[in-house]
């Protein structure tokens, strides 16, 4: 207690820590026993705080601690001699100025945070003064109180730390990439003249579902160690998600030195990988953005570089951002969220184009084609659309709704007619929903929901539907069978479906695709293909369908070819409910 003893001699009272027993009937006010008493009560009241405290009094410019508590007494805030201030060897000059402040100010409570940068590692605290009122000596008097919040704020900043750290590579996380952007974009010394990359790694999780999470995670470490070594000292590169990062490259020699770093980055991830017994071998696509005068923000910066790397990733090149691109983007973005709510709202309609027999003239049926009418914007064509449907998967309520609203106005122009009429209904189906619906108990409720049998739908679909999982959309489309309903081959010859795929799925029909058949009186290699896709669709045993019919010539040409069916503006344009039905009913009493 050598310390508490030598603020007992400074202190005009005599105080120690350790405050001997207090008497239990004060005596005579302004005595000195009384005096001795009074700083015996304060002192114990001091030492049950839980906090360090202090009380000073101010003796005319001199400030003396009139009591301390232990815990005061144990953060060993003494200055150095030279430096202490008049509070003595307890407090160094902040903690002074702020008691002089405190008596001078008008405010009866002065609170700050303050750092002890004199003490070796520092200290943080929470200090308190509150001033007291003035007694009959008329010397001022204050409680000072200091919550230590050193271990808090250690705490803290390591935790921050650690939040700007991704814990499987060490490098900055996406945080931490946004605060290195912001400051470059905000010092003056870098002039704009900066990029940044984005690096996605394709197939990544393939690799993570093949081979597990430790072999990917393995794999990203070591990728994150190619990609450092490849990069020049003062570039930044961060993860900023499972398998993207990201370079924030100065561009000392031009816009050129991002192209350079990109391809640097791509050979350095050329060499295959060994895991465990495996080589396995990575390409990575690159999105890159250049800093500009309209580009305000890192989030921007690093959203423009995301947006060419969509493109990276269907081209396989490096791409660089272009203005404009984000707008698009936008566009699309809110078209999804509109689109949402028409859907949900129940705003789409459908229309019905006739599908016509060739050989008799006959209405055969009708395709429903999906129709967007917004409020503000008007018709919005479903080639626009349904891209955006597919994107943001709302195609899959979509389909579903699609499906729905076509068997229900089938029974109905049955229940209209009096009678089952004998033409059937086709809808459209993506592969979006083939791979993610379950779309043989859709199709299933709907027919039944409707009465409606089987085999008067047939569900379109593009050839993407069976190349991306061949098995899958096997299972998907046996599932449609077995409801009897039809399958076509939409649009065909403008995909990639293989011989094999087609020979080996369940497809009843083949949907020539509008650009052979518009010009192919016009056109030899048109002509060819479309008669080729017929030869095709008979040697396989499957009917054919020639969509984009828009004069009678080509009707009677693609008859005479052996076509079964056509659809077209020669016929009729896709027609409202009413229409359609006022259509075939011209055409069948
Ligand atoms: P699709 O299934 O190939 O539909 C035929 C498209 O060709 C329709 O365009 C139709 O209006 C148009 N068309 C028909 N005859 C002619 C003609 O003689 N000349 C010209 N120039 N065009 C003709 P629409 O209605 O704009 O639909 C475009 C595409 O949107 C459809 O192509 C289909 O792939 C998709 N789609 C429409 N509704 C749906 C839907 O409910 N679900 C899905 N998944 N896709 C849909
Ligand atoms: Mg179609
Ligand atoms: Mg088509």
Excluded at 107 to 124: A, C, N, Q, R
Excluded at 149 to 174: C, H, K, Q, V, Y
Excluded at 377 to 404: D, K, M, N, Q, Y
Aim: hydrophobic share 45%.
């Amino acid at each position: 207690m050598k310390l508490a003893a030598e603020y007992a001699e400074e202190a005009s009272v005599a105080v120690c820590a350790a405050a001997p027993p207090v008497a239990n009937v004060r005596p005579d006010p302004g005595t000195r026993a009384d005096e001795i008493y009074m700083g015996q009560v304060r002192q114990e009241y001091l030492a049950a705080l839980p906090i360090a405290a202090a009380m000073v009094v101010a003796d005319g410019p001199v400030m003396r601690l009139l009591c301390t508590n232990s815990r005061f007494l144990s953060l060993s805030l003494d200055a150095p001699p030279e430096q202490a201030g008049a509070l003595g060897r307890i407090a160094n000059a902040v903690i002074e100025g702020a008691v002089r402040n405190c008596f001078a100010d008008q405010e009866e409570v002065l609170e700050f945070d303050w750092y002890d940068v004199d003490e070796i590692g520092g200290g943080h605290f929470f200090v308190r003064l509150v001033r007291l009122p003035l007694r009959t000596d008329n010397r001022q008097r204050c409680l000072l109180t200091l919550v230590d919040r050193t271990a808090e704020i250690t705490n803290e900043r390591s935790l921050r730390n650690e939040m700007l750290r991704d814990s499987l590579t060490g490098l900055p996380n996406r945080i931490a990439f946004s605060q290195t952007l912001e400051a470059a974009i905000g010092s003056p010394e870098n002039d704009g003249q900066f990029a940044v990359l984005v690096i996605d790694l394709c197939r990544f999780s393939r690799i993570n579902e093949s081979m597990g999470p430790a072999a990917a995670d393995e794999l990203i470490v070591n990728v994150a160690r190619r990609m450092l070594s490849s990069l020049r000292a003062g570039d930044t590169l961060a993860r900023i998600g499972g398998d993207e990062f990201a370079v924030l490259l100065r561009l000392i020699d031009g816009p050129g030195d991002a192209l350079h770093a990109a391809r640097r980055i791509q050979q350095a991830l050329s060499t295959p990988f060994r895991l465990s017994e495996l080589e396995i071998r990575i390409d990575c696509a690159i999105g890159c953005a250049m800093m500009s005068d309209r580009v305000s923000g890192s989030e921007n910066l690093v959203r423009n570089a995301q947006v060419a790397l969509k493109r990276a990733k269907c081209s396989r090149r490096v791409e660089v951002y272009q203005p404009g691109e984000i707008s698009a983007a936008w566009r699309r973005f809110s078209l999804e969220t509109e689109l949402r709510r028409a859907i949900e709202n129940d705003q789409l309609g459908l229309a019905f184009q006739p599908l016509i027999d060739l050989q008799t003239g006959a209405v055969a049926g009708f395709e429903a084609l999906a129709r967007w009418t917004h409020a503000e914007r008007g018709a919005i064509s479903p080639l626009e659309f349904i891209p955006v449907a597919e994107e943001s998967g709302l195609i899959v309520p979509l389909g579903r709704w699609a499906l729905e609203a076509a068997t229900r106005t089938l029974a109905a122009w049955d229940r209209q007619a009096g009678q089952t009429m004998p033409i059937g209904m086709a809808v459209n189906l993506s592969a979006i929903q083939l791979a993610r619906d379950d779309i043989g108990a859709v199709v299933a409720g709907a027919l039944e929901r409707n009465a409606i049998c089987g085999h008067r739908l047939t569900l379109e679909l593009t050839e993407s539907a069976i190349v991306g999982d061949p098995e899958r959309s096997a299972r998907a489309l046996g599932s449609l069978k077995e409801l009897s309903a039809k399958l076509a081959m939409d649009d065909f010859g403008t995909g990639y479906s293989s011989l094999a795929s087609l020979q080996r799925l369940p497809i009843d029909e083949l949907k020539i695709d509008r650009s052979f058949v518009t010009g192919m009186l016009g056109d030899r290699d048109s002509l060819a293909i479309v008669r080729a896709v017929l030869g095709l669709a008979e040697a396989l045993g499957m009917g054919t369908v020639a969509e984009g019919i828009e004069t009678s010539e080509l009707a009677d040409a693609l008859a005479e070819l052996g076509c079964f069916y056509g659809q077209g503006y020669h016929f009729a344009r896709p027609l409202t409910s009413e229409d359609a039905f006022a259509y075939w009913a011209a055409r069948n009493c």
